[in-house]
């Protein structure tokens, strides 16, 4: 009974074998994935994912991109859904679009158009996410981050949906708005902060979850060491965070892998496979 809790199954790296990715899953005993939406596009794609296939769930949202002055947003080039990087030298990045858009640097996103649309499938939506806050890729617009994750987190207390929160390089800013809020059930995905965040976090109850490749991470590592069996989560992150990836080779990553984030949870823990297993199946169950 594993539980994938985030993956990106509309990633184009999927395109061509995503049954097989699935029926892979399914083999693995993966009972529940979570697919989470970034865009207006990537929203719509993940409920038409998990109307074909009865273990994926929807999440739809918002992730951190630009302003401009009349309430849109623009998809930033250097966003979540373009965040593979070659290195062509000390000074300049290639970005690959991974995400198939006509006119990504263009295209723009009407933020209270979106906030209608997601409501209008609330029913059909298993939480609000991937939504947050990023200073590692976007550095230049703070403020306007911070306002369009007010914005979301507003609409998870309005459906009374749990979020998963995304805050690379901005987990302090992200605990400190949500602990202003009135959310109850906050996962925070792949929580990168110091330890003293991370007993934050804890401490207001919300959960963590250890990605695939916390086989390599020290700091998912320490993570699950610190966290309570009965606060966590495993994720893959499909397709990024593979368990078997190094520098030299990228692999990618699928919801069967997740297996592999419950069997390091297990080793750090020492604990019994079987037990991480209902241990987050329970959490599952209270937060869902």
């Known amino acids: 009974m594993l539980i994938d809790i985030h993956s990106h199954l509309d990633h184009c790296y999927f395109n061509d074998d995503l049954d097989r990715v699935i029926d892979n899953a399914r083999k693995a005993n993966v009972k529940v994935i979570l697919t989470a939406g970034t865009n207006s596009e990537k929203n719509r ?4 994912i998990a109307k074909r296939y009865d ?8 992730y951190p991109v630009q302003y401009d002055n009349n309430n849109n947003h623009k998809n930033n080039k250097k966003n979540f ?6 290195k062509i030298n000390k000074n300049k990045l290639k970005t690959i679009n991974n995400n198939k ?7 723009k996103l009407n933020i ?4 209608k649309f ?11 996410g991937e939504v947050g806050l990023d200073y590692f890729w976007v550095k230049d617009n703070i403020d306007e981050q911070k306002e369009l994750f007010g914005k979301m987190i507003s609409l998870a207390e309005k459906l009374n949906k749990p979020i998963i929160v995304h805050s690379r390089k901005a987990e302090e800013d992200a605990v400190d708005i949500l602990q202003s809020s009135k959310l109850k059930k906050i996962i925070m995905h792949c929580f990168s902060g110091k330890k003293s965040l991370v007993k934050k976090v804890v401490d207001n109850n919300w959960y963590l ?9 020290f ?3 320490d993570n699950a060491k610190i966290v309570p069996i009965t606060q966590l989560f495993c994720e893959t992150d499909s397709p990024y965070l593979s368990p078997f990836s190094s520098k030299e080779k990228f692999q990618r990553n699928e919801p069967a892998f997740v297996l592999e984030a419950y069997k390091k949870v297990a080793g750090i823990k020492g604990m019994e496979l079987k037990e991480v297993v209902n241990n987050i199946w329970m959490n599952w169950q209270k937060m869902f």
């Open 209 to 217: 979850t250890i990605p695939t490749n916390v086989t390599k991470s």
């Open 101 to 107: 858009l006509k006119n990504n640097n263009n295209e």
């Open 118 to 128: 997601i409501e209008k499938n609330n029913k059909n939506i298993i939480a609000i």
């Open 45 to 48: 794609e993940s409920l038409e």
């Open 81 to 86: 859904n373009n965040k593979i990087q070659l």
């Open 112 to 115: 209270d158009e979106e906030i």
């Open 55 to 62: 273990i994926v769930k929807a999440c739809l949202g918002v």
């Open 219 to 221: 700091q998912f590592q």
